[in-house]
């Protein structure tokens, strides 16, 4: 588990923070500091709060500001404005569902840990041919899921990756028993109607199921 107050480093790379990264898509700002807190107190510090709401960049801001034991990042950046702006707003880590020339460059510039998306050998290939090895899988069921892992292991051992994308508590220890996957991303500790309720107890409990799935 990585400390994550201000003046404590982050690893070289978003895949040594832990094995399961929840996946945060946040409606309403006021939800983000108890939603983190449930994330921490259940074994989960890693925090990737999706760009997919107007509310994404002041909850990442108010989970850097008031808990400083989760380490919050950004998810679903496709813009080297919204790195700027991530980690403007606090974001520790980048995780992109794809990524284009200019996208890595500003990722890299960034001075944080970053996830370039990728779902073919292509892709593959061109980050390891531009000195990247930490990955994101994405969309891991729907790309082939742990038989496509499995044989991307064979001509490029030296890529790694983060699966995220369709993975639940059944699939979670499959990927995450392959040598070339370090961590896994997904939601489902994070029902709709859990949040919807404040349930913040239900959400604790299910990180806490979900960060005793790791070998």
């Not at 994308?165 to 040598?179: H, N, Q, R, S, V």
Request: charged share 15%; net charge negative.
């Amino acid at each position: 588990m990585v400390p994550s107050s201000s003046s404590s480093p982050l690893p070289s790379s978003v895949l040594e923070l832990a094995p399961v990264v929840p996946v945060v898509v946040v409606e309403d700002v006021s939800d983000a500091v108890p939603l983190a807190r449930a994330l921490v107190a259940g074994g989960l510090p890693a925090i990737e709060v999706t760009l997919r709401t107007p509310a994404a960049l002041d909850a990442i801001r108010a989970i850097a500001d008031e808990v400083p034991e989760a380490v919050v990042g950004a998810g679903t950046v496709i813009s080297a404005g919204q790195v700027a702006d991530s980690v403007a707003a606090g974001a520790r880590f980048l995780v992109s569902p794809g990524w284009t020339d200019a996208l890595l460059d500003a990722m890299k510039g960034s001075g944080v840990p970053f996830l370039p998306g990728v779902s073919t050998t292509s892709e593959v290939v061109a980050l390891l041919e531009r000195g990247v090895t930490d990955m994101k899988f994405f969309p891991a069921e729907a790309a082939g899921g742990t038989a496509y892992l499995k044989s991307l292991g064979g001509p490029l051992p030296q890529a790694r990756f983060c699966p995220t994308g369709g993975i639940g508590p059944a699939a979670a220890p499959e990927y995450l028993a392959l040598p070339n996957v370090l961590c896994v991303g997904g939601s489902w500790m994070l029902p709709a109607d859990a949040i919807r309720e404040h349930d913040w107890a239900r959400v604790e409990k299910l990180a806490r199921e979900a960060a005793g799935l790791a070998p």
